[in-house]
Structures are given as structure tokens and as C-alpha cells.
């Protein structure tokens, strides 16, 4: 019998899977506003460059005919972002006068922004414009590189010391780090705070999703799963709504940071995965977990007769050679999680690699960031709620497989929309961006199904390290498009295409319980085998002899 056989007897889809599931789910939509917050955060107001300081002349001619002399136009008549000219060009102020190879500098005074959207933003504090622009991005890039380092982290430390502890440090490390962003004053404490953040990026997604896969029978595995991705969204529509309400910045990363000091305090009531006390010998704290989950299902007496030879029982088979993972060597050792492995690596690094590249620069898009930030969180509803139901009906594999293609296709077709149609390739732009949202979560899902409980969370660190190195190379595939416009649609659509094609090789994990080790799954996959073979020696002899049906066994 299989351990969610367990479950079921113990109230299945009870109060204790709701109650919990609905308590791992909410930070993470918190989490999901520190993912996109440098949209709102660092955002790039219009500005031009500081005059030089003449108060006489200022007040004289205005502040408006000054800034005409003293700063040229660029092609669409706004004011020049970088450059100045050496000397007033008192000329300008004629109507239709214009000059002709006059000296221009940089800006040796400084910026003039405007604050009538965005008070302060850290481009403004910091003056991250011009020569200075790509320490924005750097800024991006350092928060990845932390999301980076903590999937590789957490993925690997949840297996030693299990799912409840690095998920608790995680929310006290990202309430202290987030409100220390908001505090200090330097630009490098600013990048060091932000990879300390992203580091607890990978440790409250993977554990979180573990403890609800692990604690939930097979037959709400789904919806708890896609739940996630509904959790993500709500947070990108509450970012919006709340860097609406609070627009400057240190205030922003404040706001979304604090409420994780309540998440660490609840957090302690929730109960380690009695899988992984299980696999790791500690029975006796699995049994009492088991016994209060029995209790808040109303399933009190059932919870009262189980001891630990009874629970055992319902999990010798598959923990019989089970052991703890030390080394990520397990995740190629042997044929069946080898080839998990390596088609998972290019499907996290090439989702990630489009869904960042559509969703992590909203400004380019000429619309509203608050309007544009709304229209990809709302988009991802309808598309979330189609992955659901595929899921459900049809299965992983081909639901996983078309979102990754029809994004990739989405993607490729929005190079084809003529630039002066903004509406329409930003309306296109967020059916793409839905789709890779929808086949982002459908993977996480996917990804913790195939793996065996004893490297569950050493597979998903892994496979979040390629997704973050794909977060990681989207903004340096962005910067191709100063060499051609062509090349980030087709670097962001083409890799999203392998991808889906990619999971065609992976298991079908509909319906099908939990494997809890590295053996069971290679006796699973054998027997799999077996049986197709001697399917199609059925069919072999029934096509030499015509007259003999084959016989049909269900795998």
C-alpha cells in the first residue's frame, strides 16, 4: 500500500490539507511582488539634464524657454535624457529657428526627473541613468543571481534537514533583508540586501510546494499544485495595487516585506512532512504529526489506533531501500532519473529564460507600468484556469508541452506586429507571458511528481538553479536587440518550443501516486517496460495470426 492510501484513511482532502495548503500559499503571493518589484522600484522617469546653474538668466527668460536653450530635443521633440549644450542657444527661442552642429556635453550638474508618477525610485536616487543605466539592470541581475544561489541552497539543505526548517529561516531572512533594502542608503548595501532576498526566493517556492504535494492525497495533488500559480498571480495584481496606493520606493519595499514576519511566526505550527521523517528513520515524530492531521480531519480515532508498525506497513515497499541523498550525483546515476534530469534542465532554463524576458522590463512595452503589470496578472487567470482542467483531464505531459509551444509561437509572431501598434503587441506579448506562467507552474507540479521523495527537493533545486540561470540570461539576450530587433523574440520563442518538445520524453504523472525512492522508480519504469513489450508481442502474433486478439493489459 502506498503512503497516500494513508492520507485517504486520515481524512484525505481534509480540514489540515486546506488549512495548510491556504497558509504555504499566501506568502507566496507576497513573494511574487519581490519578483517583479525593480518594475515599480527602479522604474526610469522622463529626465533631462541639470542646467547650468544661472539663476539670473533662469529668471528671466523662464524656467521653460532656460530649459529650451540649454538642453537640445531629441527625434520625437523631448528633451535630450543624457546630453546638454556647452552654451545657451539663445536662438531656440525664436519659433522655427533651429541650430546646427551645436557642442553638446554630458550632464556634469546632474538630472532634473519627473517625480508626477514616480516620487523616488532607486534610478533617481542614485542617478542610474545614462553612462550609469546598466547598474539597473545589475541591480536585477544580483537579485537573480541570489534566487540562483538559494536554489542550489535550500534545494539541497531541504533534503538533509528537511521542508519546515529552511522554509522558516527563509521568511525571517526575507523580512529582515527586505526591510533593510528599504533602510540603508548605499547602492552596494541596496544589490547585497537584494541577492539576500532572492536567495529566499527558491527556499519558500520549493518547500512550500513540497509540504503541500507531500501532505496532499493523489487526487488533490493538481489543484493544490495549480493553486500556486493562482497564489503568483494574485501577487503581481496586489503589487500593482499596492505600488499604486505607495509610490516611493523605500516605503514599496517596505510595505511588501514585513508582512513575512507573520508568515515566520505561524510558520512554526505547521508540521514537517512525514514522507521525509519517514525516509530518515524519525517515526516516532512522523506518527505524532500523522495524529494530528487525524484529528483535524475529524479523523481523531482512526489517528489514536496508528502506531508505527500500522505506518510502516503502508510504506515498507517503497521505503524498504530508501536512504538520505548527499549529492547531486544522484539526480544522473541511474537511466530513469537521468533522463528526468536532463529534459527537465532545458525546460526550467528556457521557460525562465522567456518568462522573465517578457516580464521583467515593463516600461518597454510605452504603456503604463501599473496598466501593463495588471494586463499580464489578469491574462495569466484564464490561461491558469485552462492548464487546471487540461491537467486535470488530460495530463501533465501534454499540457506542460502545448503552453511551452504556443508561448514560444506567441513569442516569434509578436516580431511580425509593426512597432506602432503598442496595444496590440502588448496585448500579445501578455497571451505569451500567460502561457509561460501557466506552463511554469503546470512544471513545478510536473517536477515534483517525477521525482522520488528521497531527492525531491535536491531535483527541484536543481532544476530551479537552470530556471534561474535562464532568469539569469534574459536580460542579456534583451541587449541583443540594439544589434537587431529580431533577435530577442527569436531567443526568447525558439527556446520555449524545445522546450515543449523536450517534455514529450518525460512520464505521464496523472493520477499516479508519489514514488518515495530512487529504486521504486527504476522498478516502476522496468516494469513499464515490460509490460509495452510484451503488449507488442501480443500484437506481433495477432498480426502473423489473424484469427488471436491481443490482449490488452492497462499500465
Avoid at 536512504?323 to 532554463?349: E, G
Avoid at 484556469?385 to 509572431?413: D, E, K, Q
Amino acid at each position: 500500500m502506498a503512503f497516500t492510501d494513508l492520507l485517504d484513511a486520515l481524512g484525505g482532502v481534509g480540514r489540515f490539507q486546506l488549512v495548510s495548503t491556504a497558509l504555504l500559499l499566501l506568502p507566496c503571493s507576497l513573494l511574487a511582488c519581490h519578483n517583479f518589484l525593480q518594475n515599480f522600484t527602479a522604474a526610469v522617469p522622463p529626465h533631462h539634464c541639470q542646467s547650468p546653474a544661472n539663476h539670473s538668466a533662469a529668471a528671466v527668460y523662464g524656467s521653460g524657454a532656460w530649459l529650451r536653450a540649454t538642453v537640445p530635443l531629441d527625434p520625437l521633440g523631448v528633451p535630450e535624457p543624457c546630453r546638454r549644450f556647452t552654451r545657451p542657444q539663445w536662438a531656440l527661442l525664436s519659433p522655427n529657428a533651429s541650430v546646427h552642429r551645436a557642442a553638446t556635453e554630458g550632464c556634469k550638474d546632474g538630472w532634473v526627473y519627473d517625480h508626477s508618477v514616480f516620487p523616488s525610485t532607486i534610478v533617481t536616487e542614485w542617478d542610474l541613468v545614462c553612462e550609469a543605466r546598466t547598474l539597473r539592470d545589475l541591480a536585477q541581475s544580483v537579485y537573480m543571481a541570489g534566487v540562483l544561489a538559494g536554489a542550489a541552497v535550500f534545494g539541497s539543505l531541504a533534503d538533509r534537514l528537511g521542508r519546515k526548517a529552511p522554509l522558516v529561516w527563509s521568511y525571517l531572512q526575507l523580512a529582515v533583508s527586505g526591510a533593510a533594502t528599504a533602510y540603508f542608503s548605499s547602492f552596494g548595501t541596496y544589490c547585497f540586501c537584494r541577492f539576500l532576498m532572492g536567495m529566499t526566493f527558491s527556499g519558500i517556492i520549493l518547500n512550500s510546494l513540497s509540504l503541500v504535494v507531500e501532505w496532499m492525497p493523489t487526487r488533490g495533488r493538481t489543484v493544490a499544485g495549480i493553486l500556486l500559480g493562482y497564489s503568483f498571480t494574485s501577487g503581481q495584481l496586489i503589487l500593482a495595487g499596492v505600488a499604486y496606493l505607495i509610490r516611493p520606493w523605500r516605503w514599496l519595499q517596505f510595505a511588501v516585506s514585513v508582512p513575512f514576519l507573520v508568515s515566520f511566526l505561524y510558520s512554526w505550527w505547521l508540521p514537517e512532512s512525514s514522507r521525509w521523517l519517514l525516509l530518515h528513520g524519525k517515526s516516532q515524530v512522523a506518527l505524532k504529526n500523522l495524529r494530528k492531521v487525524a484529528a483535524m480531519n475529524g479523523r481523531k480515532e482512526e489517528g489514536e489506533r496508528l502506531t508505527k508498525e500500522v505506518v510502516n506497513s503502508y510504506i515498507q515497499s517503497e521505503f524498504a531501500t530508501g536512504r538520505p541523498s548527499n549529492s547531486v550525483l544522484d539526480l544522473f546515476r541511474t537511466p530513469a532519473i537521468r533522463k528526468v534530469t536532463c529534459c527537465l534542465m532545458v525546460v526550467w532554463f528556457c521557460n525562465s529564460l522567456a518568462y522573465y524576458g517578457l516580464a521583467m522590463d515593463l516600461q518597454k512595452f510605452g504603456l503604463s507600468v501599473y496598466l501593463v503589470q495588471v494586463l499580464f496578472g489578469v491574462i495569466d487567470i484564464p490561461a491558469m484556469l485552462v492548464a487546471t482542467a487540461s491537467m486535470i483531464y488530460v495530463g501533465r505531459r501534454a499540457t506542460v508541452a502545448s503552453f511551452l509551444i504556443l508561448a514560444g509561437l506567441m513569442v516569434i509572431s509578436n516580431m511580425f506586429v509593426p512597432e506602432d501598434m503598442q496595444s496590440l503587441r502588448t496585448a500579445q506579448a501578455a497571451l505569451g507571458k500567460g502561457c509561460l506562467a501557466s506552463s511554469f507552474i503546470c512544471v513545478y507540479l510536473f517536477t515534483g511528481e517525477l521525482y522520488p521523495t528521497e531527492i525531491r527537493q535536491m531535483g527541484m533545486g536543481f532544476a530551479s538553479v537552470n530556471a534561474r540561470l535562464g532568469g539569469l540570461a534574459a536580460p542579456l539576450l534583451t541587449m541583443l536587440g540594439e544589434f537587431s530587433a529580431i533577435l530577442p523574440p527569436v531567443g526568447f520563442g525558439v527556446p520555449s518550443i524545445l522546450a515543449g518538445l523536450a517534455v514529450c520524453f518525460l512520464a505521464e504523472t496523472r493520477d499516479v501516486p508519489l514514488v518515495e525512492t530512487i529504486d521504486a522508480m527504476e522498478r516502476r519504469v522496468k516494469e513499464r517496460l515490460s509490460r509495452k513489450d510484451a503488449e507488442e508481442k501480443v500484437e506481433e502474433v495477432s498480426l502473423q495470426q489473424p484469427g488471436v486478439s491481443p490482449l490488452k493489459e492497462t499500465i
